[in-house]
């Protein structure tokens, strides 16, 4: 599974602590159980004025490149910032040489958008036929693409995230049905985990579905800091002066008020005269 963060600041926000030196943060977060490592690649996204993301990308493994990470972090120094570190999944059964391309890496960026996953989709080829005409914009052969560019496409027809998501939900159950009972057997389950992290240049989004999901063998989370909760189970701070807010696959720093964005639930933050103006909702 990967690791997510996300930041949203009404100034530019040091995020090396969250990032880089804390004990729980994402670069400790990518070793911390050594039967999961983060080991294939990473990611981060910021905005500048022009509202178009910059990224850097690495198929390497974060711990074995932590001089860059923390270069692409320092760097990061826009209001809007995401971070990624991948373990790959591999629905397709493809060989690291065919998984480990940078066009695979996260965040994925288009028009604006810059956007984040951890879990699996199982079936992602059979998903490429409801894209349309999205289909050419594929780079990668990797599943959270096909699931990036049909939450583009369902943004883009319904003109909201908030409608976009279940209808990607949909997409996603529709081809499981449609799928042969062997395959479906094989596969176990339409996804492993929608969790995302992802912004249009103005808002900061998190999204945490995963049904309940438990992998086998793993209890809590991979960061070992207390209360315990599921692992897929994302949360977020706010900064105790309301300026910023910090949303993660776990807890990035070992202090502070964390709240739990539970199973079901999508976050929204802006920021309005300074301060960070959050919404927590349903799905």
Known sequence: MCRLFGSISSAAADLEGHLVSSRCSLLAQSTANPERPQKDGWGVAHYGRAGEPSVVLSTGAVFKEKGQFSSAVADASGRLVIAHIRAASNPLGLPSSQLLRPENQQPFTHHGWAFAHNGTLKLPDDLMADLGKYR?????????????????????????????????????????????????????????????????????????????????????????????????????????????????????????DWSPLKDGSMLEATLGRGLVQLNVGSL
């Open 136 to 256: 050419r914009l594929v780079r990668g052969n990797n599943d959270s693409e096909v699931y990036f560019w049909l939450f583009i496409k369902a943004i883009d027809e319904t003109g909201s995230v908030q409608d976009a998501f279940p209808r990607v939900q949909d997409a996603i159950l529709k081809a499981w049905d449609a799928a042969s009972a062997a395959r479906r057997k094989k596969a176990e389950r339409p996804y492993v985990g929608l969790n995302c992290i992802f912004s249009d240049g103005e808002t900061l989004y998190a999204i945490c579905k995963y049904d309940g999901y438990k992998p086998k063998g793993t209890d809590g989370w991979l960061c070992p800091v207390k209360p315990k909760r599921p692992l897929f189970e994302m949360c977020y701070r706010v900064a105790k002066d309301g300026k910023s807010l910090v949303v993660a696959s776990e807890r990035t720093e070992p202090s502070g």
